[in-house]
């Protein structure tokens, strides 16, 4: 899955951030890699397990359940613990693409809710 080439993708204002069935990121666009606080090519070493979740799940447990009900909300804190982005509402979206199975996070900022 190559998101590298979509502009719409990279341009969002959101961050987005496409795992693989191991919860491997694969692709964070710039926003998802700030709130990760990495650059790209690091962001693709990282893995959901090694994200500070608010939810007492494992990738195992969340990845049944976005097989079966094709989406969830999580809440995190961002790693980069800046005062840009500190607390994120994930949506993540399972998408079946090319014979591989992927989940997509779209991240909301906390802090900017009330502001919206």
Partial sequence: MDLKEDRWVTDLAN???CMDAEGRIVYA???G???LHCRPEQASVLS???LPVRAKTSWQQ???QLQTCGSCTLEMESPANTAEMSTAHW???YVRFLEK???IAFL???VLRPLI
């Fill in 29 to 31: 666009n710039e926003v």
């Fill in 33 to 35: 890699c700030r709130w």
């Fill in 91 to 93: 949506t993540l979206h």
């Fill in 48 to 50: 959901f397990s090694a």
């Fill in 101 to 103: 199975e992927y989940a």
């Fill in 62 to 64: 969340l990845w049944l």
């Fill in 108 to 110: 909301r900022d906390l």
């Fill in 15 to 17: 961050a987005i951030l």
